[in-house]
């Protein structure tokens, strides 16, 4: 059975892009694999500084994935900084890495270029990212179009490694790539990011909700012209919430005219209210239980960290530390 690992990282508030992008392809293998599930809160030290927003993050992204279907009695789920291994391992992860490789990193460019400080934190954000894979000996790390090459980053660090001190002390993950939700577009037409501010939070009141879904970017097409379905921010997303039949015919209406944007946005909140719905029934009800989530994390780490020990004893044995 395939060992299957991913982080959600909780510098904000969950959305849509992470649901679909990472939280619904990841619940998916749980029948299907050994799955591992962390929260990527040292991560989220790159961009958010304010303490008090960070624990408040950690807790509802862990009663978002709880509430969307992470099953603790199935997968491993646990906070990245509840095992201090991670840090251990990016150490020595490091000292083999190669500058240039950190300089090739896209995602590291586009944040900068966004205005996102660039701290050395940022800049070696891969080598974390690496040392979380490599820790708990993945066989798969599902990642969508954009992040493969920080899969391929994590597999050339493991290969420096294996070839300074001995073939076989880090195994080489595979990516999984999801084709059909690979990247999801924002209210701008951007890939759906914190980063970029253009996001629709998973449980959203309903006027919030209703507020940013109409306030997505459109052209001046006008009401009664025929509207180009291709590229449409609509139409992208009401493909991810809505009946194969409402697709087809949100489509059909976008060639045909006649039908202004408002309308099409309408469409769109309400699929996306109704497709989460059963979601946040679920999450309010593990609200009501406060000591639920942190027993899971609890449970979760101390597990983690029996499987992450093993590894880094293999490494510091490996590269000469014991």
């Not at 992204?61 to 391992?89: K, N």
């Not at 080598?127 to 992040?147: E, H, M, R, T, W």
């Not at 309400?270 to 719905?277: H, P, Q, R, S």
């Amino acid at each position: 059975m395939p060992r299957i690992l991913t982080g959600i990282q909780p510098s904000g508030t969950l959305h849509i892009g992470n649901y679909f992008g990472a939280m619904r392809p990841i619940l998916s293998l749980q029948e299907q694999g050994e799955v591992f599930v962390f929260l990527a809160d040292l991560h989220a030290l790159t961009s958010l500084r304010d303490a008090d927003a960070l624990r408040r993050n950690v807790r509802d992204a862990a009663l978002d994935l709880l509430a969307c279907g992470l099953d603790p009695e199935r997968t491993l789920f646990w906070r990245q900084s509840d095992v201090a291994f991670h840090a251990e391992l990016m150490w020595i992860l490091s000292t083999v890495t190669p500058m240039g490789l950190m300089e090739r990193m896209v995602a590291y460019k586009e944040k900068v270029q966004k205005g996102i400080p660039a701290g050395v934190g940022l800049f070696t954000y891969p080598i974390l990212q690496a040392a979380d894979i490599l820790l708990y000996d993945a066989d798969v790390v599902p990642v969508g179009k954009d992040q493969k090459q920080h899969l391929e980053a994590t597999r050339d660090i493991a290969i420096k490694i294996n070839e300074a001190y001995g073939v076989g002390v880090l195994k080489l993950p595979e990516p999984l790539i999801s084709e059909d939700v690979a990247v999801v577009p924002g209210l701008d037409g951007q890939k759906m990011s914190k980063s970029y501010g253009n996001t629709i939070d998973i449980f959203m009141p309903e006027k919030a909700l209703r507020k940013k879904v109409m306030g997505i970017v459109t052209d001046s097409t006008p009401l009664e012209a025929p509207k180009d379905p291709e590229g449409s921010i609509i139409l992208a997303l009401y493909r991810l919430v809505a009946p194969a039949d409402e697709v087809a015919r949100m489509d059909a209406d976008f060639r045909a005219g006649g039908i202004g944007y408002g309308d099409f946005k309408k469409r769109l909140f309400e699929a996306i209210w109704t497709y989460f719905a059963p979601m946040r029934e679920r999450r309010a009800e593990l609200e009501a239980r406060p000591d639920y989530v942190d027993d899971v994390l609890a449970d979760g780490a101390r597990r983690a960290k029996e499987i992450a020990e093993r590894t880094i004893d293999r490494v510091w044995k490996a590269v000469g530390l014991r």
